[in-house]
């Protein structure tokens, strides 16, 4: 800090505009230290508020010192400044703790800080604070050991919101989190260093002969700018105040103040002009930004609403659903044994292995026979959706060869298309080898569900089941000259419980479950399973490809 005598050097009396670069700083970090406050009345508001009265009141004893008062104002206000720097520095550390950790800081930390800075209290009012008032440079002089412990202060605070902005980024995972953590480092290191800058080095400079002025120390009070903008950005982008459209608000209502206070120095026209224009564009684009601002926030709250519910709509959907795998694969395992016992003893009573049967009772049985088939087939596709929901399906991959297994599958159910009157076919390259690594089991139960169903769903003609290999792929293709697909449910054939409208009238037993759990299936090897077909009435052709092993 400096003074000039008023007659020393009278050119100070008509000041540059940048002498005034106080006043902007002091409002602007007055208004948003207040609007915080306005907004968020509790521990970090009021510190952000007291921190920015502070700064405050020390620009405003900078700007009483630059006007030239007497010896005996000068030398009185000049005494505070060791008080109130030291002060803005804590608070700097202070604020970030409490910004960055969302916590207040333990007592006998506070009392440490406290400890530390009574010295400067207790010797600001006595004579080892200022000491003399030195008529020819006009400046009171300070004790050069007092000055260099309340400035040690921020030193301190400067290396001290370094290891907290480290500390706290190591245990915070999120992203969005990180990066307001480095945008407000940034902008109150800037904050301490320009203060730092304006109110000792810019001085300690020019003490040391090395610039020729004091003006340097006028430029540090930019940093206070940059500071609060970062505040601002921080405000309006990430909402962490709570106030982004006030602060957007006041931050044009200040642009336009500082750029209307201009018109009071200009002393041209060509001036007055210019800074009309600004202003009317300010006032332009400040209307289009608050306008913006917003419009965004009110949409964004829309949204983030929306998301909640969403959010909370979706995971009772998803507790739902699992409580339905749940019961499902505990009916499905309940029905299991029952249903087994049935299927054996008909079937040894058909055998015959009690006894040879009356033919009045035969028929009966059969109907029980095929009837619990089915249900042991339903049940098992129930078993098989809630393994795959609930991710439990396991998978055994072991290398056979993929035309045995179509051949086998296929032989399996040549009698229930010879008790339909269809004609079938099975061809396939002797000489190409089909050797695949797989689920031998679930590949199996694949082929002879697409096989099946095409026995199912051909009331009249045949089915063709042709194993051939393409370009390292294998495929099998299965034809039918049954009752087709039509074209708009060809896409929705392989979803849960999906069966054609008219699939009733040729096969009353299906649940729609088969296809779904096949395609799952394949997936799982690594295959594909699709089907075509030129519509109603004109058969079927579905496909199945699986990667062949030495392809
Ligand atoms: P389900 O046969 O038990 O109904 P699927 O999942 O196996 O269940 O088949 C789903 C639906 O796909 C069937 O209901 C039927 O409408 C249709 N579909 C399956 N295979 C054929 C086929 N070969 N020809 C015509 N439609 C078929």
């Known amino acids: 800090m400096y003074q000039v005598c008023v007659d020393s050097i009278s050119g100070y009396v008509n ?262 224009i600004t202003f009317a564009l300010a006032l332009g684009f400040g209307y289009f930004l608050v306008r913006s601002v917003k419009r965004e926030i009110e949409q964004r709250e829309k949204i983030e609403k929306l998301a909640g519910d969403l959010e909370k709509a979706n995971e009772k959907l998803r507790g739902l659903d699992k409580l339905k795998s749940e019961f499902l694969s505990f009916a499905s395992h309940q029905l299991r044994s029952p249903l087994t016992a049935i299927n054996g003893y008909t079937s040894m009573l058909l055998e015959g292995s009690f006894g040879p049967l009356p033919d009045k009772i035969k028929k009966p049985i059969e109907v029980v026979s095929n009837s619990s088939k089915g249900l042991i087939k339903t049940v098992g596709e129930f078993l098989d959706i809630s393994r795959i929901e609930q991710g439990g399906m396991k998978y055994t991959f072991t290398d056979f060869d993929a035309k045995e297994l179509a051949l086998e599958v296929f032989n399996e159910l040549k009698p229930t298309f010879e008790s339909k009157g269809l004609s079938y076919e099975f061809s396939a390259d002797e000489k190409a080898n089909y050797a695949i690594n797989g689920d031998k089991g679930k590949i199996k139960q694949i082929i002879g569900n697409i096989i099946d169903n095409s026995g199912k769903y051909t009331p009249k003609g045949g089915i063709v089941v042709k194993v051939g290999k393409k370009d390292g792929k294998i495929l099998i293709s299965v034809v039918d000259t049954g009752i087709g697909i039509a074209k708009e449910n060809i896409s929705k054939l392989f979803a849960k419980f999906s069966r054609a409208k008219d699939a009733n009238n040729t096969n009353v037993n299906g649940t729609g479950l088969g296809l779904y759990v096949a395609k799952k299936m394949m997936e799982a090897n690594n295959g594909k399973l699709w089907v075509e077909s030129s519509g109603e009435g004109k058969g079927s052709q579905f496909y199945i490809e699986l990667n062949a092993k030495n392809a």
């Open 15 to 276: 000041v540059p505009l940048i002498y005034y670069s106080h006043i902007p700083a002091a409002v602007v970090s007055l208004l948003i230290g207040a609007l915080v406050i306005y907004k968020k009345k509790d521990l970090v508001g009021g510190t952000l508020f007291a921190l920015s009265a502070l700064f405050s009141i020390f620009v405003l004893l900078s700007l009483i010192t630059w006007l030239n008062p007497s010896t005996v104002a000068l030398t009185f206000f000049w005494s505070f400044f060791g008080m109130i720097i030291s002060c803005i520095f804590v608070l700097c550390f202070y604020f970030s703790y409490l910004f960055l950790f969302n916590k207040d800081l333990g007592t006998r930390f506070k009392f440490f800080i406290l400890f530390l800075l009574s010295p400067i209290f207790i010797i600001t009012p006595t004579k080892f604070g200022v000491e003399y008032f030195d008529s020819t440079s006009c400046m009171p002089i300070e004790n050069i050991n007092f000055m260099f412990y309340y400035y040690s202060f921020g030193i301190l605070a400067f290396i001290g919101v370094i290891f907290l902005f480290f500390k706290r980024n190591l245990q915070v995972k999120d992203k969005e989190e990180r990066k307001i953590n480095i945008i407000f480092t940034i902008g109150i290191e800037f904050f301490i260093l320009m203060l730092f800058f304006a109110s000792f080095f810019a001085s300690y400079l020019y003490d040391l002969g090395l610039v020729d002025n004091y003006y340097l120390e006028l430029y540090g009070l930019f940093g206070v700018i940059i500071f609060m903008g970062a505040l601002a950005y921080l405000i309006v982008k990430f909402k962490t105040f709570d106030i982004k459209l006030i602060a957007t608000q006041a931050l044009v209502v200040i642009l336009l103040l500082v750029i209307g206070s201009e018109f009071l120095f200009v002393t041209n026209d060509t001036g007055r002009t210019l800074v009309i």
